[in-house]
């Protein structure tokens, strides 16, 4: 299992685009995937599975906030790169 966190650096935050292509790319690889907000006043993260677009919508995510990345299987390293790269460096190619 691989865990990554990754800070959320569109404008918008968390939306029904992000959500949508972070379930498109997830649906591309065979491992596992959980995700959940970091939350700087509690260590305990609720997770979502990584194609649950109402659970990742309901964690509201905005801009400036950290989600951890949580995969597990034989491709784990790769999701999560894509992942980095798709909401970190593109930012969901939004700015």
Do not use: C, W
């Not at 404008?11 to 700087?40: A, C, D, F, M, N």
């Amino acid at each position: 299992m691989k865990e990554l966190t990754v800070e959320i650096k569109n404008q918008q935050g968390l939306h029904t685009r992000p959500v949508k292509l972070i379930v498109q790319t997830y649906r591309k690889y065979s491992s596992k995937l959980e995700i959940g907000k970091v939350e700087i006043s509690s260590n305990n993260i609720d997770f979502v599975k990584g194609d649950d677009m109402l659970g990742l919508l309901s964690l509201a995510v905005l801009k400036g906030e950290k989600l951890l990345l949580r995969a597990n299987g034989e491709d784990e390293e790769k999701v999560l790169e894509e992942l980095y790269k798709l909401i970190e460096v593109e930012k969901f190619g939004e700015n």
